[in-house]
């Protein structure tokens, strides 16, 4: 595998995709499609537009002649796709973009894979298509078999995704793969997401927004994780196979939310109870075993490490996040990085 085309790689968790595979495997080489939605940001980027293995383009997953175009010039060995309209809130105040996008960009670039023989289409899925677990049974985890049953219109727009993607392998013998991780956290988070949220608004003394009464349960990993299980699947997994992605690092966000406040020196008084997200899944637990068994992939960062890692990150990269809350970040050009 020698040229892949990863998706969405402005976002946190392509853009930490990027950076790992620059780095841990030489000789392949990466074209980043992003749109630039309000969740791509180039300075993300910024160390891989010095590497020769990297390029980057700016269109959508769903613009099918700019696709086609690039897998013609391209000949990519495979792609990874990240893009998505990812914010479960923004889901629910307007789901027609997380359609267009998660579904029918999804079906663009499997056509493209079929017109140009794309060796393998990696669909980065989420745990979210399962829907929830009760609080009350924590034995309760999702595995592969578990039935997709979901919430929001973000994580049906997803599971519609990964349907097509099973469709395409079984109807077209597309070479299809599809991994379903459980919440990621770390470096280059949009922070409009729970954890990156949350070290903002205790770092500028504001209050901090916790839905309900902050006892959903969240099954957290840390990105680079997630990063290596992508790449293990790319590089061994089985053609038509799905594998789950998780830790066992379930926590509920009151406590995810006081470990960020006691981390950063403040006070338990800037919690704030809100109102809850509609449709709210009360918890997620990812079950491993298969990826495990498969093909040897285990977790490295505990989250008691990668939470603290985490705050040190965006406590010395305050201008990273700055510059998004400050709208900085959409005037910047692949230009001013090279
Ligand atoms: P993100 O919102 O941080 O990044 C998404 C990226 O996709 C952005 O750079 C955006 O500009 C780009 N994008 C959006 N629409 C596009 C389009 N039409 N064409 C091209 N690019 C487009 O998301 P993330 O948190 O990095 O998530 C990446 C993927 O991982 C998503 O598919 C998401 O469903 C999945 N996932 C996320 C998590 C998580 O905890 N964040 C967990 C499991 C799975
Ligand atoms: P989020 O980071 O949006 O991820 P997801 O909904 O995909 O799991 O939210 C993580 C958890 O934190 C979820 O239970 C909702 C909760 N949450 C809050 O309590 N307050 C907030 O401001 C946000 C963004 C999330």
């Known amino acids: 595998m020698k040229k892949i085309l990863v998706t969405g790689g402005a976002g946190f968790i392509g853009g930490n995709f990027i950076h790992y595979m620059l780095r841990d495997y030489p000789g392949v080489s990466l074209v980043c499609l992003d749109a630039l939605t309000y969740a791509g940001d180039l300075e993300t980027l910024a160390a891989a537009f010095k590497n020769p293995d990297f390029k980057f383009v700016k269109g959508s997953i769903t613009d099918r002649k700019l696709v086609f175009d690039l897998f013609e010039a391209e000949k990519f060995d495979a792609?990874?796709?990240?893009?998505?309209?990812?914010?479960?809130d923004r889901s629910i105040e307007n789901p027609a973009v997380f359609l267009q996008t998660n579904i029918l960009g999804t079906q663009?670039?499997?056509?493209?894979c079929n017109r140009f023989a794309v060796p393998r289409y990696h669909q980065v899925s989420t745990d979210e298509v399962y829907g929830d677990l009760p609080l009350d049974r924590p034995e309760l985890m999702f595995t592969e078999a578990t039935p997709l049953h979901t919430s929001s219109p973000y994580s049906a727009s997803k599971a519609s995704a990964d349907l097509l993607t099973q469709a395409y392998h079984r109807t077209f013998g597309t070479p299809v793969t599809i991994s379903r991780c459980s919440n990621n956290y770390g470096p280059y988070q949009f922070p409009e997401k729970l954890i990156p949220l949350m070290i903002a608004k205790a770092s500028a003394g504001q209050p901090l927004p916790v839905y309900g009464e902050g006892l959903n349960v969240r099954d957290w990993l840390y990105v680079e994780d997630h990063c290596r299980a992508i790449a293990m699947i790319l590089f061994g997994g089985t053609v038509g196979e799905v594998y789950n992605i998780g830790g066992h690092n379930e926590r509920a966000n009151i406590e995810v939310?006081?470990?960020?406040?006691?981390?950063?020196?403040?006070?338990?008084e800037l919690i704030t109870f809100v109102k809850d997200r509609p449709g709210h899944d009360r918890r997620y637990a990812i079950d491993p075993k298969k990826i495990g068994d498969e093909l040897g992939w285990q977790p490295q960062t505990l989250f008691d490490e990668g939470i603290e890692r985490t705050i040190s990150w965006y406590v010395n990269n305050e201008s990273w996040w700055q510059n998004i809350l400050s709208g900085r970040y959409q005037t910047f050009t692949p230009e001013a990085f090279r």
Request: net charge neutral; aromatic share 4%; proline share 0%.
């Open 257 to 268: 939310v006081k470990t960020i406040l006691r981390q950063l020196g403040k006070g338990e």
């Open 79 to 88: 792609v990874v796709n990240f893009a998505a309209e990812s914010h479960v």
């Open 108 to 112: 663009v670039l499997l056509d493209a």
